[in-house]
């Protein structure tokens, strides 16, 4: 009696839970091809897509032609972006033996947001954000702290941007939506908490960055900020300035 | 206490303790790497002090102080790169620094100074403006005109207004600027914004590192 080999499964963006449920099993290992999977190099990405073009994008092309997957499960609805689509055709072309699934997920029972309420790091908490994408059981409780600031947005490309804010940061926007495993949640991505100071930030080159820049205009104290692949002195400097200005210890 | 200033072209050096108040500026190339301040600020600062605080940090402090306002916009042009920090009733509303595109602007206003023997102060403020968007980038617009027949200083003085309008959208087209930074000293650039400008000189960051210190500002210092 033989076993079937493991399928390397990818994921872009949140696939729908009827999906994950699917390939969360011994079965599969699987990769979230938006983040960087080991020291892949970016710059393989540029013959497929513009080097001018989402950062989070780029990645899951590279990571797919390290990893080759046997089949991508990429989410393609109002959940995740235009660019996606347009990604997911060059993928197709571009790794003809990978089965290329487009998904368009439309879930809407809200699973819960205590990671992005809680008292923790917000690097541990933005990495548990995005780990939470691949579990399907409901999440266990933790303490909801009070917020002292906030981070609206996507989980950043690079993710030292993320070191200096305090514990008690809440995380909003479309990472609560990850969370909540509704990314196609509009209400709650727009939500933001107007009594504290909050960086809405966006990868550049993405729609969301007009989001990003309208929401932090509304925000009595929101500073908007966007990077690409890395995040350079000046917007470390940004944001590590904001808060100190906002009288925000890290 | 030694305060310093660390740009790019240039360092700002405030000694608490002199007999004169007024800082000293020194060339960057010029400046003793071995040197240890009590206090810095500036791209250069770090390695010059344990103490550092955050160039848009030391800005907006040295704003709050020199303005004497709760409500304003100040733009810090300097040689690499351009910075704002706004305030509304008192509190920090928005913030933003141009170190990559949109760089080198002050720098390139000096070579050009150089290079063509101007004079700012004698130029007048163009009508129209080349569309600039970082000082590289323009000096194109430049040899351009200058091929077309257009006189060298008319060509700069285009070349410079573009950059005063490239750093006034960047500030997001407020009512009134605070003007911070060595180019304050540039009559031509601070006449060609289109709005009412306010030159608080090249100091406003030595002025943040003295807020910071909770001192005195340096224009109330005793010797």
Wanted: hydrophobic share 40%; glycine share 6%.
């Amino acid at each position: 009696m033989t076993s079937s080999p493991i399928q390397r499964a990818g994921i872009v963006g949140i696939p729908p839970l009827s999906v994950m449920e699917l390939i969360t099993t011994p079965d599969y290992e699987i990769f979230d091809l938006d983040e960087p999977q080991g020291r892949v190099d970016l710059e393989t990405a540029s013959p497929f897509l513009p080097r001018v073009y989402c950062g989070i994008l780029r990645t899951v092309i590279a990571n797919s032609l390290a990893i080759q997957p046997d089949i991508i499960y990429i989410d393609t609805g109002a959940g995740k972006c235009d660019c996606a689509v347009h990604t997911a055709t060059v993928l197709e072309d571009m790794l003809p033996a990978t089965r290329i699934i487009r998904t368009r997920n439309n879930d809407s029972v809200d699973f819960g947001t205590p990671l992005c309420k809680t008292q923790m790091s917000l690097m541990e908490k933005m990495s548990a954000v995005t780990a939470s994408v691949q579990k399907t059981a409901p999440y266990p409780e933790l303490p909801t702290c009070a917020p002292t600031a906030g981070f609206w947005g996507v989980p950043p490309r690079d993710f030292s941007i993320l070191n200096f804010f305090p514990d008690t940061t809440h995380i909003y926007g479309w990472a609560r939506c990850m969370e909540n495993k509704t990314p196609d949640n509009m209400d709650l991505e727009l939500h933001y908490n107007p009594d504290i100071p909050t960086v809405f930030f966006a990868q550049s080159f993405c729609a969301k960055t007009a989001l990003a820049r309208h929401l932090a205009s509304k925000h009595p104290r929101g500073l908007y900020l966007d990077c690409d692949v890395t995040a350079g002195n000046s917007a470390k400097a940004k944001i590590q300035a904001f808060l100190e200005l906002s009288g925000i210890d890290a | 206490m030694l305060l310093a200033d660390f740009g790019t072209s240039y360092c700002k050096l405030l000694d608490t303790q002199s007999t004169t108040t007024v800082p000293r500026l020194i060339a960057t190339r010029s400046i003793d790497r071995s040197m240890k301040v009590d206090i810095a600020t500036g791209h250069n600062g770090k390695r010059y002090t344990t103490h550092y605080v955050n160039e848009l940090t030391a800005l907006a402090r040295g704003g709050l102080s020199l303005t004497r306002e709760q409500s304003f916009t100040l733009l810090d042009c300097g040689s690499r790169d351009i910075k704002y920090v706004v305030y509304g009733d008192g509190k920090i509303k928005d913030m933003g620094w141009n170190a990559e595109c949109g760089a080198s602007m002050g720098f390139t206003i000096e070579l050009l100074e150089k290079y063509y023997t101007l004079d700012f102060s004698k130029m007048d403020v163009p009508k129209s403006s080349f569309s600039v968007t970082c000082g590289v980038l323009g000096m194109s617009h430049i040899f351009d005109a200058v091929v077309t027949g257009a006189s060298e200083a008319e060509a700069v003085a285009k070349f410079v207004k573009g950059i005063a309008i490239n750093a006034y959208n960047f500030a997001k087209q407020p009512e009134k600027i605070y003007l911070s930074g060595g180019l304050c000293d540039n009559p031509l650039f601070v006449n060609s914004f289109p709005c009412p400008v306010v030159s608080l000189g090249r100091f406003v960051l030595l002025e943040g590192l003295l807020n910071s210190l909770h001192l005195p500002s340096f224009s109330d210092l005793q010797p």
